[in-house]
C-alpha cells in the first residue's frame, strides 16, 4: 500500500488461492503490481492427500522454480496468467479516500475478466 494511512480492499473467487493472492497486495505499494505479480499455487494430487503439486506461473524470479523442486515439489507449469492461481481484485483509500480528500487506486487481476469500479 503506498502510506500508512491507506484502507485496502481486497475481493477474489473461494478457495486456496485468494488468501495467498491477498498476502501479496497488502505488501505491495501499488495494487495494479500487486494483483499481476506472478504467482503459484501448491495442491493436493487427490483429494486429501498431502499437497505437494505447484502449479506455478512462468514470470516469477530466476532461481524460484529451483528452489521449490528442491523442497521437493513437482511444478505444474501454467499459461503467464493462469487463472487457478486465483483472481484478486483490489481498491485501495489513500488518505481515506475521496470523502475525506483523498485518493483511490483500483486494479482487476489480469487472470479474470473486468475492469476496477469504484464510487
Request: charged residues 15%.
Amino acid at each position: 500500500m503506498s502510506n500508512s494511512a491507506a484502507a485496502l480492499g481486497v475481493g477474489g473467487a473461494a478457495g486456496g488461492a485468494p488468501p495467498l493472492c491477498a498476502e501479496d497486495v497488502a505488501k505491495a505499494s501499488i495494487v495494479a503490481t500487486a494483483v499481476a505479480a506472478p504467482r503459484w499455487y501448491i495442491q493436493p494430487r487427490e483429494l486429501l492427500s498431502p499437497a505437494v503439486d505447484v502449479s506455478f506461473e512462468p514470470r516469477h524470479a530466476p532461481g524460484v522454480a529451483d528452489a521449490l523442486r528442491a523442497l521437493g515439489h513437482d511444478l505444474v507449469p501454467t499459461a503467464e496468467f493462469d487463472s487457478n492461481v486465483g483472481h484478486e481484485h483490489a481498491i485501495e483509500l489513500i488518505d481515506g479516500g475521496p470523502a475525506a480528500g483523498g485518493s483511490l487506486q483500483a486494479a482487476t487481476d489480469p487472470r479474470s475478466e473486468g475492469l476496477p469500479a469504484v464510487w
